[in-house]
């Protein structure tokens, strides 16, 4: 693994905190789907990363994985607001 | 000369991996920093499509088999075509002030 690597996933371990922070502090529910939304893309950055180190296939396939479910997560969030707004 | 090429690909894709990593602490940043759900959306995106799209090159660029970046092409083709609907969808539900 060379430094460059490292780096990137340094920074990812740090981008992923602050994003983990953002969903647990206290916050409306359209801030958390808001930061999940950007955990799982960072997740797939370093999933991609983790991916051109090893030479594996795998990791790829659970990159693709992770960013079908954020997207799906973000939506299905994003309709569960919306039918909240219509029952009040 | 393939020796000066391949060290080249190694700093092109080193260099992507950190401007990609990058982005997404800033967009993580962002989400803290700025005032109100649709800003913060703002900076949440873009770490979501140029971050992963600078990342997948960075990938596919030291990646040894096709099939492998094949699979790199469809991860970037499928956020750029999921993340703006899903921040789409969640911008239209979040609360008017």
Same mark, same amino acid.
Do not use: W, Y
């Given at each position: 693994?060379?430094? /460059?690597?490292?780096?990137?996933? @340094?920074?990812?371990?740090?981008?992923?905190?602050?994003?983990?922070? *953002?969903?647990?502090?206290?916050?409306?529910?359209?801030? *958390?789907?808001?930061?999940?939304?950007?955990?799982?893309?960072v997740?797939?950055?370093?999933?991609?990363?983790? +991916?051109?180190?090893?030479?594996? #296939?795998?990791?790829?396939d659970? +990159?693709?994985?992770?960013?079908?479910?954020g997207? !799906? /997560?973000?939506?299905?969030?994003?309709?569960?607001?919306?039918? *909240?707004?219509?029952?009040? | 000369?393939?020796?000066?090429? #391949?060290? /080249?690909?190694? @700093?092109?894709?080193?260099?992507?991996?950190?401007?990609?990593?990058?982005l &997404?602490?800033?967009?993580t940043?962002?989400?803290? =920093? !700025?005032?109100?759900? =649709?800003? *913060?959306?703002?900076?949440?995106?873009?770490?979501?499509?140029?971050?992963?799209?600078?990342?997948?090159?960075?990938?596919?660029?030291?990646?040894?088999?096709?099939?492998?970046?094949?699979k @790199?092409?469809v991860?970037? @083709?499928?956020?750029?075509?999921?993340?703006?609907? #899903?921040?789409?969808?969640l #911008? =239209? &539900?979040?609360?008017d002030?």
């Amino acid at each position: 693994m060379n430094v /460059a690597q490292v780096l990137a996933i @340094v920074l990812l371990v740090a981008a992923a905190v602050i994003g983990i922070a *953002r969903v647990v502090r206290r916050s409306s529910l359209g801030d *958390r789907a808001v930061a999940l939304d950007a955990l799982t893309a960072v997740i797939t950055c370093a999933l991609l990363i983790g +991916a051109s180190q090893a030479d594996d #296939g795998l990791m790829l396939d659970l +990159a693709v994985l992770f960013g079908l479910m954020g997207f !799906l /997560a973000s939506v299905t969030v994003a309709r569960f607001i919306e039918s *909240r707004k219509d029952d009040q | 000369m393939s020796d000066i090429l #391949g060290s /080249a690909v190694e @700093v092109l894709s080193a260099a992507c991996f950190i401007a990609g990593a990058l982005l &997404a602490l800033i967009g993580t940043l962002g989400l803290h =920093r !700025l005032a109100d759900t =649709r800003s *913060r959306m703002h900076a949440a995106t873009k770490p979501a499509t140029l971050g992963v799209a600078l990342c997948a090159l960075g990938a596919a660029l030291q990646l040894s088999s096709t099939s492998d970046v094949t699979k @790199v092409v469809v991860i970037v @083709v499928l956020q750029l075509v999921t993340s703006p609907i #899903g921040a789409h969808m969640l #911008g =239209r &539900a979040v609360d008017d002030k």
